[in-house]
């Protein structure tokens, strides 16, 4: 079945280079991506599969039966949303959108689900079992697995696999992960309410400017002696807006962030040690706050079965000296941990950097990648759906 599938992906690599630079070109954001799920849905039609669109209110699904009575589900979900970066590239093929740009790759992402489902449909005569594909919306905004969810795309799934591409591993390799891959991400909005007061008379007012910042420092000191080492917690504000004039002390500053974390145990116990460090600093100073910690996705926990066969499959499609497997976890987020609450699956990364020149990273305008990874994608994906039915449980 390997050679089978090399031969269908290498025919279909212009074809796949093509749709991942159409997909680049016309990134749009997430919850916004109606044209790029309609150009799904139209190569899905195109290839033979039985397509559902609007789901997950812009998710697309697509059906694959295969030739026996198996009657084990297998999902394998992508992701299609882009990012509000301007690009900075310079390709050919640079982002028409202004100020939206596929700066995390989901766009290979998406070329790498249609390739897979376009070998698999070619192959669909010997393929042994069912599949479904899901093309989510929405995962930089920790939305879109929820939507699709209720939609109904786990419904009777058995297992699921996914991928994300990294361009610190170089494009022809693949790396998997046993057990946890990535973090749980929270979400934190901190108001700091002060009184404010002339600039030149401090004493007279609550500046909470001054206080906000107490209580940032505060708070990363802490981790640094309160919280395990063992069990990172990363706590990062990127947004801080408050003042009215440069001599007015400011009396209210909001604080918004995001906190990280890998252990369960942990997570459950950091709101309400922020809110007394919190707490502490404002009482110490005279101010008061408002404080709302909301629970975003947990951590992606790779099924070790489900892992190893991602591991077999790319071993046996790239060799196993371009297999490696992750010494840690990702403090990144990302919702397909919602998936596996109802299904047992891994993910695994796919390199896509360049060997003779940098890589920029995720999220960056200038990230870009080796477009070789796509195919090795395809491969990796297609094998392991076919090995899949081989497992016996």
């Known amino acids: 079945m390997l050679a089978r599938i090399r031969q269908i992906t290498h025919t279909l690599t212009p074809r796949l280079i093509e749709i991942r630079r159409h997909l680049h070109r016309y990134p749009e954001l997430s919850g916004q991506e ?14 033979g599969l039985s397509v ?3 789901v997950g209110k812009v998710g697309v699904i697509a059906e694959l039966e295969g030739n026996s009575k198996e009657q084990r589900l297998l999902a394998i979900r992508t992701d299609m949303d882009a990012l509000p970066i301007q690009e900075r590239t310079g390709l050919e093929f640079s982002s028409k959108h202004a100020g939206v740009m596929h700066a995390c790759g989901h766009d290979v992402h998406t070329t790498v689900g249609l390739g897979t489902a ?12 069912r599949v479904r594909f899901i093309f989510q919306p929405a995962e930089e905004i920790a939305q879109g697995a ?24 170089p494009a022809g390799d693949v790396a998997v992960r046993y057990g ?26 609550v500046d909470a400017i001054w206080i906000a910042a107490q209580v940032i420092s505060a708070l990363q000191q802490a981790i640094s002696r309160t919280q395990n080492p063992l069990r ?44 007394q460090i919190v707490a502490n600093v404002c009482h110490a100073y005279g101010a008061r706050y408002q404080l709302h910690y909301r629970r975003g996705v947990p951590g992606v926990e ?31 987020a990302e919702d397909f941990a919602l998936y596996l609450e109802h299904a047992p699956g891994a993910m695994f990364r796919l390199g896509v950097g360049f060997r003779d020149r940098p890589n920029y990273p995720l999220h960056h305008p200038e990230f870009d990648v080796d477009e070789q990874a796509i195919p090795v994608g395809v491969m990796t994906l297609a094998h392991a759906a076919c090995r899949y039915w081989q497992i016996p449980y």
Not at 304 to 329: D, F, K, M, N, R
Request: glycine share 8%; no cysteine; hydrophobic share 45%.
């Open 146 to 169: 929820s939507w699709m969810i209720a939609d109904g795309a786990m419904e009777a799934v058995s297992a699921i696999l996914s991928l994300h591409v990294f361009p610190s591993i």
């Open 180 to 205: 946890a891959l990535t973090a749980a991400a929270d979400d934190i909005e901190l108001t700091i309410l002060g009184e404010s007061g002339h600039g030149a008379r401090p004493h007279e007012a």
């Open 34 to 47: 109606h044209q790029t799920a309609a150009y799904v849905a139209g190569v899905l039609s195109s290839a």
């Open 302 to 332: 790779n099924t070790p079965y489900l892992s190893q066969l991602l591991a077999e499959a790319a071993t046996e499609v790239v060799g196993a000296p371009h297999v490696h497997i992750l010494p840690e976890p990702s403090l990144g």
């Open 118 to 129: 376009m070998v698999l449909a070619a192959l669909k005569e010997e393929f042994p079992g």
């Open 232 to 275: 990172p917690v990363v706590l990062t504000f990127g947004k801080i807006q408050g003042g009215r004039a440069a001599n007015v002390i400011a009396d209210q500053v909001t604080l918004q962030g995001t906190v990280r974390s890998l252990h369960p145990e942990t997570r459950a116990t950091l709101p309400t040690w922020i809110e």
């Open 52 to 54: 559902q669109q609007d």
